[in-house]
């Protein structure tokens, strides 16, 4: 079967640096996507990854590596606006999104 | 750009009636839209797959009888949740895929603010 494994909650510091860890097992992939969803909100788009590597948008950071099936989100200077559920979302060989439970940060002052 | 407006935000109804929800692609035509159903404090789940212009794909386990979708333009998608019931009661959320040269990554879904139904 298809699965995208994350941690439930985190707990982390305002100022600090966060790793969200996102691992999957899909029949086949075509791209990893990380949203961000405040309570009682709809998902925002934070970042796409196809290939190995670190991609870098300001204070967010996303990795993939597919031979491990491994993907993190990095969160830099955390702010308490950053307090929400990180949805990581891979596409598999069907171009059809996989979900995964989403981790729900909390930032403490 | 990529901006999908959902429209109610906040719906109460009684049960037995109907209810519809419009999802718009602002400033892009999106062939394919999807809807999603989000209960208290779990994840996304997907419920059907829309295509302009052809039948709606559901997803297993959602009647399709009971959740009517129409997709008849390239920026709009309506979800109709007929009769419906209090555990119907969901935020419902729907998505509009971004297509290669409206900018960003290909396939990435972009959605709206989402609609919270309460049956009582």
């Known amino acids: 079967g298809q699965n995208i494994d994350q941690p439930t909650e985190m707990t982390a510091t305002e100022g600090a640096i966060v790793q969200i860890n996102c691992t999957y097992q899909t029949s086949g992939f075509n791209g990893l996507f990380w949203y961000q969803q405040h309570a009682g909100e709809a998902p925002t788009f934070l970042s796409y990854n196809v290939l190995d590597g670190l991609e870098e948008k300001g204070r967010f950071s996303s990795f993939l590596s597919r031979s491990k099936g491994y993907s993190y989100l990095l969160l830099k200077e955390l702010q308490m606006k950053d307090s929400a559920s990180y949805l990581c979302a891979v596409m598999d060989s069907n171009y059809q999104l996989i979900w995964g439970a989403g981790t729900k940060l909390i930032i403490k002052p | 750009g990529a901006v999908v407006s959902q429209h109610p935000s906040w719906v109460i109804c009684k049960s037995g009636t109907s209810v519809k929800i419009e999802c718009r692609s602002l400033?892009?035509?999106?062939?394919?839209m999807f809807w999603y159903r989000q209960f208290p404090k779990q994840s996304l789940m997907l419920m059907a797959t829309?295509?302009?212009?052809?039948?709606?794909?559901?997803e297993q386990g959602v009647e399709k009888d009971k959740f009517l979708i129409n997709h008849a333009s390239l920026t709009l998608s309506t979800l109709t949740v007929t009769s419906a019931h209090p555990e119907d009661s969901s935020f419902y959320i729907c998505s509009a895929r971004i297509p290669d040269e409206a900018g960003g990554p290909a396939d990435t879904q972009y959605f709206g603010p989402g609609t919270r139904l309460t049956v009582l």
């Open positions: 400033d892009f035509q999106a062939t394919t």
């Open positions: 829309s295509n302009e212009g052809s039948k709606a794909t559901y």
